[in-house]
């Protein structure tokens, strides 16, 4: 993987991607033939996040990729208090106990590592792929193809319009992600949001109502793009700052 990753980057992204992609919805498929929720992909999610980790630390690939400590002004960043709303989506509606303890626990080691394998497979991988060639555009195609990639969860037996409005919201919130990310230079405020995010799911109480799916998606967004254009905003403010004060 190596030798591919110095060869070209994007296509070792790529590489990440498709295999993440195939390899949790064979697993999520053999889960559900033996009834019991994430009994496979569990491990393979444990799997595939070790993999990727002695990956990053092996060649020194850390700091290029966010497993540092953050890079930016807290104030800047509204000292992350929008992303405590975004993490909170799943208990707007209740909390409940849909499964049993086996496999809440299966779910949430689950989806804990699927924040992690995301973050740094979109975020990091694939933006930091484009990076140099055109900033803006690593952005937008970090955050589409993060957004797209839920589309998955129709063959999950989602309805089709609820996913839809998650690859919407989830644009929205790849796209806050990336320009945390671009701008911070840590993906761990990143890793920390979506893997909660992604465990409380199971502890979520279902709501049918479209309207509820769409003012929720639609709040996401708001919340989404104006913290992102908030950090946008202010970071060039001070990047501004910080040239003008070295001159």
């Not at 070209?8 to 033996?34: C, K, R």
């Not at 002695?54 to 800047?76: A, D, I, P, T």
């Amino acid at each position: 993987m190596y030798r591919l990753y110095k060869k070209n980057e994007l296509n070792f992204s790529l590489v990440w991607i498709i295999s993440y992609v195939v390899l949790f919805s064979v697993a999520d498929s053999f889960s559900a033939s033996l009834g019991t929720e994430k009994i496979i992909a569990a491990p393979v999610a444990i799997v595939f996040t070790l993999l990727l980790l002695v990956f990053v630390s092996k060649h020194n690939l850390k700091e290029k990729y966010g497993l540092c400590s953050f890079n930016g002004s807290l104030r800047n960043f509204l000292y992350f208090t929008p992303l405590l709303l975004i993490m909170s989506i799943n208990l707007w509606n209740g909390v409940t106990m849909k499964l049993s303890v086996l496999e809440t626990v299966l779910y949430i080691l689950s989806m804990l590592c699927v924040g992690f394998i995301e973050e740094i497979i979109f975020r990091g991988f694939l933006f930091k792929a484009l990076y140099n060639d055109n900033v803006k555009l690593a952005i937008v195609i970090s955050s589409v193809t993060f957004g797209i990639g839920h589309i998955v969860n129709l063959l999950n037996g989602k309805d089709l319009i609820p996913t839809l409005l998650q690859v919407c919201y989830a644009i929205a919130i790849g796209f806050l992600f990336t320009i945390i990310f671009y701008k911070g230079k840590s993906l761990l405020p990143c890793i920390i949001a979506h893997s909660f995010v992604n465990s409380s799911s199971v502890f979520a109480v279902e709501n049918s109502s479209m309207k509820f799916h769409i003012i929720s998606s639609a709040v996401l967004c708001i919340i989404s793009l104006s913290y992102a254009l908030w950090i946008l905003k202010k970071t060039k403010q001070f990047d501004e700052y910080e040239n003008n004060d070295r001159r």
